[in-house]
């Protein structure tokens, strides 16, 4: 053996790329600058990606995304400052709900303003949308792993062009070209098309910065609520809409847009709903993801109010969905029904009660953990489907967005 | 019980020694090492060489000198071993990996000098053995954290190829990592 050192720069790049791999992000983020060929091997489109692949299949690195009310501070307070934390999705019972970090809001606080809806997240990205209170111009597509930003360009709908609109978005991620889209889907309010249609459909992609309207299969006399929660599964972004049917009443049902071919079709919700008199579109419902299909969160506020779920057990199969669970409030409030947020890897259901109090809920066992981490709450002006201002998904750390310097904002 | 259990544990062992198959592994100073076939394809690479049938008496290893070859051998024993093991003895210890043995003898496999884990890394990349790649990347990836760019460069002997500017602006990209 020589005595010489031995010649580390010359291992293979899928050695290097190995142990970077093992890294903290922070960690990887220093290594760009030790040398052109560390920077190289690390900021580039296949390391993020194998990166964000091995993030997601390490199961000890499951973290769950919050966005809570801030303890302190006046009612105007509350409304205007941020805070995301990220936990840790353990499942061991006795372990207790552990924070990983906090993340602090780029975004300075607008005097008079609110603050962000949180569209949803996807592959470590935030979707930022600031549309609770106003017309909003951009969205904001966030990495706070990696203190990054970048703002959309601004829609082809907007209210200097089309006059007054309910609008709803979604977030996700297109693998087939490898990139991430925010959909908006937009009901006129003011006017409509000259076939009576009032639904707008328009995608953004983060690869070329810019908007295009959809306007294949786009099925007609179709109206959504405003701030209708996205949910994406299965590379396709779903949301509650509504036709008028015989009865001229609103009838509920699930659009699908496909990222990848941008293709919609449709998916009928749980029978249930057929037995509701009158208009749908007043039921307090939302759609979240369960698994790798859909759920169906209902809060009954009439007769005993509760927190109905329902999933569908075989995705894109109309009868196979299944009631999971009821959940009653013992305050047997109509007002406070408790909000069903979304659900964690293990299928427990992270629940708001009406004090903002979060808990997580295994429904097989009945068994309800409060978390200790507080939501918003009921606001004054909470919407059919869900106030905006809680938020809770499952997170991934990735490093998207470092491959952008020079589109990325850094903070 | 237990002496009768004991003589089945002594029997199975008899019987396999009679049918284990050995393989003969060489290294690239013509040292030659005799082992079982089930240890030898953990190595990915010889593996496929046994399958292919062309493994005939030895297999000759020319990127890997006898002293590295000795340590792979050893951990492909080692983890072969454990996984092996019956039943009783593996669920004795906890699922912590903390107090997974097998953790403990691996970090103290890793503690060797630079040269020889150099060395190691570049071997189970040739041999393709998974576990012991990413251990000894681990264990290069732990040398590297809580160090500047400088530090690294240290350790790793590496040239800084970025002028003092250049290093300036990826600095400035993402200035928050360098505080």
């Known amino acids: 053996m020589s005595d010489k050192e031995p010649m580390w720069d010359s291992l293979p790049s899928e050695i290097l790329t190995r142990a970077f791999l093992q890294l903290p992000i922070k960690s990887i983020i220093t290594c760009t600058s030790v040398s052109k060929k560390w920077k190289s091997l690390i900021q580039n489109p296949s390391f993020i990606s194998t990166h964000l692949h091995r993030s997601s299949s390490d199961s000890n690195n499951h973290l769950l995304l919050f966005r809570l009310c801030p303890d302190e501070g006046t009612v105007w307070d509350k409304c205007e400052r941020e805070v995301y934390t990220l936990y840790w999705d353990n499942n061991i019972e006795e372990e207790d709900f552990n924070e990983h970090t906090r993340f602090d809001s780029p975004f300075p606080a607008q005097s008079c303003s609110v603050i962000f809806r949180v569209v949803g997240t996807c592959n470590g990205l935030v979707c930022l949308a600031r549309d609770l209170l106003s017309y909003d111009n951009s969205y904001i597509l966030w990495n706070p792993c990696v203190r990054k930003f970048t703002r959309t360009s601004k829609p082809i709908v907007s209210y200097s062009t089309h006059g ?248 | 019980m237990a002496s009768s259990s004991t003589s089945v544990v002594v029997s199975n062992k008899e019987k396999e020694n009679k049918n284990t198959k050995k393989v003969t592994l060489k290294s690239s100073d013509g040292e030659s090492f005799e082992v079982d076939e089930s240890v030898a394809m953990e190595s990915q690479t010889i593996k496929h060489i046994i399958e292919d049938g062309c493994a005939n008496n030895e297999i000759p290893l020319p990127n890997v000198t006898s002293g590295i070859l000795s340590r792979v051998i050893e951990y492909c024993k080692k983890h072969k071993e454990a996984a092996g093991e019956s039943e009783p003895s593996v669920t004795s210890y906890t699922s912590n990996s903390t107090t997974n043995p097998l953790t403990e003898w691996d970090t103290e496999f890793v503690k060797v000098d630079q040269n020889t884990l150099f060395d190691l890394i570049l071997a189970a990349n040739y041999l393709d053995i998974k576990g012991l790649l990413d251990l000894t990347c681990k264990t290069v990836a732990d040398m590297m954290k809580g160090k500047t760019p400088q530090e690294i460069r240290e350790t790793f002997h590496i040239k800084n190829d970025y002028t003092p500017e250049e290093e300036a602006e990826v600095r400035k990209e993402n200035q928050w990592a360098f505080e």
């Not at chain 1, 109206?223 to 996205?230: A, D, F, H, S």
């Not at chain 1, 509504?242 to 749980?270: H, K, Y």
């Not at chain 1, 057929?274 to 009954?300: E, K, T």
């Open chain 1, 164 to 411: 007054g609109f309910e609008e709803t978005t979604g977030f996700g991620f297109d693998s087939r070209t490898n990139d991430y889209k925010v959909v908006r889907v937009v009901r006129l309010m003011d006017r409509e098309d000259e076939d009576g249609s009032s639904l707008k459909v328009e995608v953004y992609s983060l690869a070329t910065d810019e908007w295009r309207m959809v306007t294949a299969g786009l099925p007609s006399g179709c109206v959504v609520r405003g701030r209708e929660p996205l949910a994406f599964v299965n590379g396709a972004l779903h949301w509650i809409a509504f036709r008028r049917n015989i009865t001229n009443n609103w009838q509920s049902f699930v659009m699908v847009f496909d990222l990848g071919d941008e293709v919609i079709s449709e998916i009928a919700l749980p029978e249930f709903l057929n037995g509701f008199d009158g208009d749908q579109y007043w039921v307090r419902m939302s759609i979240s993801v369960y698994r790798n299909s859909l759920a169906l969160f209902h809060q009954q506020d009439f007769c005993s109010p509760c927190l109905n779920t329902w999933v569908m057990k075989e995705y894109t199969d109309e009868s196979s969905w299944t009631k999971l669970f009821t959940l009653s409030d013992d305050q047997g409030s109509r007002e406070y029904v408790p909000r069903a947020l979304g659900f964690r890897r293990s299928g427990e259901v992270i629940i708001e009660m009406h004090d903002g109090q979060l808990i997580s809920l295994h429904f097989e066992s009945q068994k309800l953990k409060v978390l200790g981490i507080t939501g918003y709450g009921y606001i004054s002006d909470h919407s059919i489907n869900g106030n905006g201002y809680t938020f809770f998904d499952s997170y991934l750390e990735s490093l998207v967005l470092l491959d952008e310097p020079n589109r990325a904002v850094t903070y």
